[in-house]
């Protein structure tokens, strides 16, 4: 039965949270896309390096190791998103076509498939955070799996608005968020099953997803930002910028209260920390 449980959460948890962040971009922001570019860039900076990164950090891992990983991670990214480019070129290149760079939304913004690597990536992690707590108590692991969606709405809504920027049609960019929530449910597997091998890797999976978040924001969205040169246009950037952080802080600043720990990802670990053996069968009932 817990593991029933952990399924429909993770499932329930990344569902929703894209549901909603969907409708959302859908009924308000379609016609705003340059202008929330700026609010994608707060939220990606934000969850980088006031949640995903200091969570990888509050843990037994290696420092080095992790700042290793998440130079390794931007270094990826960059050379993925190039042979994307260069791909791109020579398939115009043989077609005959001249496009002009910028032409398309490619040149627009190529930062969508980096944003469901590390969207899955994230969300993986979170499977693996709800798993803990339903282990630990099944009403704390409702509690964890509705702040862990409440928390990701804000998220999906960027990477919502990344993936439009990039090229994706609005239901396309909806279906790839919806595929890419999917990855909590195998979090959850491997949390209920693994959790005591698998919860040494966390921190080395949150960082590669935090740099997946620092190349988009800083490489692909920001370029486009620095375009619009007067006041008029900058200082709406800032405003939705520090609305992006404030958006992510405030969410975390409820999910601290309710979870009673450092970080949502440290604290279904420190519940479970008096039975440090693996979790229970999964013929248990």
Known sequence: MTLTFILLATLASGVLSVVVAGWLAFRYFARFLHQMISFSVGVMLSVALLHTLPEAFDSEADTRVLFALLLAGLLGFFMLEKLAVLRHNHHHEHDGHGHPPGHDAHEAGRGGMAVLVGDGLHNFCDGIVIAAAFLADPMLGVLTTLTIAAHEIPQELGDFIVLVNAGFTRKKALLFNVLSS?????????????????????????????????????????????RRTTVR?????????????????????????????????????????????????????
């Open 182 to 226: 999917m990855t909590a449910i195998a979090g959850g597997l491997v949390g209920y099953y693994l959790l005591a091998d698998s919860r040494q890797w966390v921190p080395y999976v949150l960082t590669l997803a935090a740099s997946s978040f620092l190349y988009i924001a800083v490489a692909d969205l920001m370029p486009q930002m620095q």
């Open 233 to 285: 246009e900058s200082l709406p950037q800032f405003v939705l910028i520090a609305a992006g952080v404030l958006a992510i802080y405030a969410v975390n600043s409820v999910f601290h209260r309710h979870a009673h720990g450092p970080e949502h990802g440290q604290a279904a670990p420190a519940v479970t920390a008096a039975d440090p053996v693996s979790p229970p069968p999964p013929s248990a009932h």
